[in-house]
């Protein structure tokens, strides 16, 4: 079945970037997405690139798309504490009868002072 | 526009008993859908709701059900709770079926 990949730490220094990287099976994947999640919290919709882009950025962020090698990874400029949290990359297919996202097991940002 | 709203927040059960969960999704949003988080599994999707109609389904037993009333609200059930039912359930709303999904704060559920 489909399957997402991600590494589970990722520790940068404040005001470093922070690249958080994600490999997916689906060659079919239309939408992909990057969801944050606080402690105790739901997630938070960060951003998402359709499988026909190979780049979107929206102020710190910046999300690039390998098609070919069915790698994602979102760029967090500037990294700053309250960026501190689990960041989800998740894809889907909703042409092919998609059965919801299909999410990575996360990555924790830890930032450092 | 107000997010996501799931009650109750928090919810303990014992094993054997049953738990409604219910889902408000942002006005407007006609889809409605359901995840299971468990730090064994990650994120699980159980289910898809779209006018009213069950579309998709996860691989969950069918224990765990859910309907969609005619303002999108939904509810998703779980009867004969057992210890591993013990989750953080999400749900997720978005403007049609298979759109982008918003997600609510979600609800812990414990069972004992």
């Known amino acids: 079945g489909e399957d997402v990949e991600q590494s589970l730490f990722l520790s940068v220094r404040e005001g470093d970037s922070s690249v958080i990287n994600c490999t997916y099976t689906d060659s079919s994947s239309t939408y992909l997405y990057w969801y944050k999640q606080e402690p105790g919290a739901g997630l938070q919709l960060l951003t998402y690139?359709?499988?026909?882009?190979d780049m979107k950025q929206d102020q710190r962020l910046t999300v690039l798309l390998n098609k070919k090698d069915k790698h994602l990874s979102l760029r967090i400029a500037d990294t700053q504490t309250g960026d501190s949290a689990i960041y989800f990359c998740?894809?889907?297919?909703?042409?092919?009868?998609?059965?919801?996202?299909?999410f990575g097991k996360g990555t924790h940002l830890i930032i450092q002072p | 526009k107000a997010g996501v709203t799931q009650t109750p927040r928090y919810l303990i059960k014992t094993r054997g008993q049953q738990v409604t969960l219910s889902c408000s999704p942002i006005s407007g949003h006609r889809s409605v859908s359901w995840y299971q988080q468990t730090p064994g599994q990650g994120l699980q999707f159980l289910f898809e709701?779209?006018?009213?109609?069950?579309?998709n389904k996860g691989n969950f037993p069918g224990r765990f059900s859910g309907r969609q009333f005619s303002n999108s609200r939904s509810e998703m059930n779980v009867s004969t709770l057992e210890l591993g039912d013990s989750a953080l359930y999400l749900c997720?709303?978005?403007?049609?079926?298979?759109?982008?999904?918003?997600f609510g704060p979600g609800t812990r559920l414990t069972v004992l």
């Open positions: 690139i359709f499988s026909n882009m």
């Open positions: 709701y779209f006018s009213e109609t069950q579309r």
């Open positions: 998740a894809e889907t297919n909703p042409g092919g009868g998609a059965d919801g996202l299909t």
């Open positions: 997720a709303s978005s403007l049609a079926f298979a759109d982008t999904q918003y």
